[in-house]
């Protein structure tokens, strides 16, 4: 938009240009605001991309230490039921089946019968455990076709104060009863160092958590007496469900909103969840969002000041124009339009008729002996009959487009377009008759009683052939009223022939 057209506006529409300088600062905040809830997105959908690599590489760990364990088991059972192995002697055999296969994290292997007691493992070769109430042991006896079984996490008896997690398998009788289990204890210490080695920001959290909701291990600890089981969260079941996933809620054990990234450890009743705060995750795009926001706030702040101000100025410089233009247009003494302005009206409807069908109607208004009305009454009062002959024009020149001006001295003209010949006497004459009986009433200072003459002239489209011919028409008909006596209205259609001028 250019300037001129910008100051054309706000001089007549100031409120729209404020209002279009606003729109156009709420567009930027809005961008601004787009902008940053894009980088919000993106910033979590990379936190997810993130704890999802964590959370394969976690579940890749532990599924692999679990199938060694695995393993170990399949070998172990292969091993009882070899007849050469079970004619050796037990500390050969023993040392045999456990010493060699037991790996760092495991903390007890060994083999339990039907009654649950240890036969022998690599753990004690003389205590004699009674395994009977552990949940492994009462699962495999229930089911015949249960596999690998992950058991919850309890405390070790052979090491007091550890906690372990065991991995079993069924033994059958060679008629398919149940002849016991055999068992592979790890340390629970184990998935904590996994855990610890992953860095998820200061709030965030990382776990091992059993279908049933109990917990395997959590980093960091949860320092509780009864830790808190997480399958009673609303939010639970969407990781029991489901082999892999993410959403955020919510912690039930400190109320702090997080990231949550789980997925299945294959074959078992682990989950692996990786969790990082929200807040954590955020922290950089909120130092964003708080220097967008306070920049792009105070930008669109300054740039709605700076137009409101600038269409006010524009407004008031248009303002000054306007009333700069119709002081050079306005007489002085009668406020009514001057004789530049009533050629530049003349002109322009002059130019319209000559487009259009219609009329255009001309009155030459002039004070009858006026030279005389100022020596004997002075040219102060004088003035003021100019004064109150314009008053009186004023008030019969009322539509829009119509024109009253000084023309010059004590004479004034009246442009009255689409106006014929009877519209324009009447006027004429109304004016006339109301100079002759004007009679003013307080606090109107008395004038004395003056006459006016009028000329009318009215042209159309094809007569008279110029501007300058209607004024003269009209000019002539002013003449023609004065030389029949004043005080009277006389329509150039209506005479015989041009007369010469009286004053």
Same mark, same amino acid.
């Given at each position: 938009m250019t300037t001129g057209k910008l100051a054309f506006l706000a001089g007549r529409h100031p409120l729209i240009v404020g209002a279009l300088g606003t729109l156009m600062a709420l567009g930027v905040m809005t961008i601004s605001l787009i902008t940053l809830v894009a980088a919000r997105d993106a910033a979590v959908e990379h936190a997810h991309e993130t704890s999802r690599n964590v959370t394969a590489v976690l579940v890749s760990n532990i599924a692999r230490t679990l199938e060694t364990s695995d393993n170990s088991l399949l070998a172990l059972i292969s091993a009882l039921k070899n007849p050469s192995i079970q004619s050796m002697d037990p500390e050969l055999r023993h040392e045999l089946l456990f010493d060699r296969t037991a790996a760092t994290y495991v903390t007890g292997m060994g083999v339990a019968d039907s009654q649950g007691r240890l036969v022998d493992g690599c753990c004690s070769t003389s205590h004699k455990w009674d395994f009977s109430d552990r949940d492994y042991f009462l699962a495999h006896r229930r089911s015949a076709n249960l596999g690998l079984y992950v058991s919850s996490v309890y405390r070790a008896r052979s090491r007091p104060g550890a906690e372990s997690i065991a991995m079993t398998r069924r033994i059958d009788q060679p008629d398919g009863s149940f002849g016991?289990?055999?068992?592979?204890?790890?340390?629970?210490?184990?998935?904590?160092?996994?855990?610890?080695?992953?860095?998820?920001?200061?709030?965030?959290?990382?776990?091992?958590?059993?279908?049933?909701?109990?917990? +395997?291990?959590?980093?960091?600890?949860?320092?509780?007496?009864?830790?808190?089981?997480?399958?009673?969260? @609303?939010?639970?079941?969407?990781?029991?469900?489901?082999?892999?996933?993410?959403?955020?809620?919510?912690?039930a054990s400190d109320g702090v909103l997080r990231l949550y990234t789980f997925q299945r450890v294959p074959g078992t009743p682990l989950i692996a969840v990786v969790a990082p705060a929200e807040g954590d995750v955020l922290a950089s795009w909120k130092r964003l969002a708080w220097i967008v926001g306070i920049a792009a706030s105070s930008v669109s702040v300054a740039f709605c000041a700076v137009v409101w101000l600038l269409?006010?100025?524009?407004?008031?410089?248009?303002?000054?124009?306007?009333?700069?233009?119709?002081?050079?247009?306005?007489?002085?003494?009668?406020?009514?339009?001057?004789?530049?302005?009533?050629?530049?009206?003349?002109?322009?409807?002059?130019?319209?008729?000559?487009?259009?069908?219609? #009329?255009?109607?001309?009155l030459f208004v002039d004070a009858d002996n006026f030279k005389q009305y100022n020596d004997?009454?002075?040219?102060?009062?004088?003035? +003021?009959?100019?004064?109150?002959?314009?008053? #009186?024009?004023?008030?019969?020149?009322?539509?829009?487009?119509?024109?009253?001006?000084?023309?010059?001295?004590?004479?004034? +003209?009246?442009?009255? @377009?689409?106006?014929?010949?009877?519209?324009? +006497?009447?006027?004429?004459?109304?004016?006339?008759?109301?100079?002759?009986?004007?009679?003013?009433?307080?606090?109107?200072?008395?004038? @004395?009683?003056?006459?006016?003459?009028?000329? #009318?002239?009215?042209?159309?489209?094809?007569? @008279?052939?110029?501007?300058?011919e209607l004024t003269n028409l009209a000019d002539l008909a002013l003449y023609e009223a004065k030389r029949k006596g004043r005080n009277g209205v006389v329509a150039a259609v209506d005479m015989v022939e041009p007369t010469q001028p009286q004053s």
């Open positions: 016991g289990v055999v068992i592979v204890a790890i340390d629970v210490d184990y998935f904590r160092q996994l855990l610890s080695k992953l860095d998820v920001g200061p709030h965030g959290v990382t776990a091992i958590v059993r279908t049933d909701g109990t917990l +395997v291990a959590r980093n960091p600890a949860d320092r509780r007496a009864t830790p808190i089981n997480v399958g009673k969260s @609303p939010v639970f079941p969407r990781m029991v469900n489901q082999e892999a996933g993410f959403y955020a809620a919510h912690s269409a006010f100025a524009l407004r008031d410089h248009a303002k000054t124009q306007v009333l700069l233009t119709n002081l050079t247009q306005t007489d002085s003494l009668t406020g009514l339009k001057n004789r530049r302005a009533l050629d530049e009206v003349l002109q322009n409807e002059w130019a319209r008729l000559q487009r259009h069908d219609g #009329c255009l109607s001309v004997r009454y002075g040219h102060a009062q004088g003035d +003021v009959a100019l004064i109150r002959l314009a008053e #009186c024009i004023n008030r019969h020149v009322r539509r829009r487009g119509d024109l009253a001006a000084r023309y010059g001295g004590e004479e004034f +003209v009246v442009v009255l @377009p689409d106006t014929d010949e009877t519209g324009a +006497v009447r006027i004429a004459e109304a004016i006339r008759r109301e100079v002759e009986h004007d009679h003013p009433t307080p606090p109107s200072q008395p004038v @004395p009683p003056f006459t006016v003459s009028i000329g #009318c002239a009215t042209g159309r489209r094809s007569r @008279p052939s110029s501007l300058e």
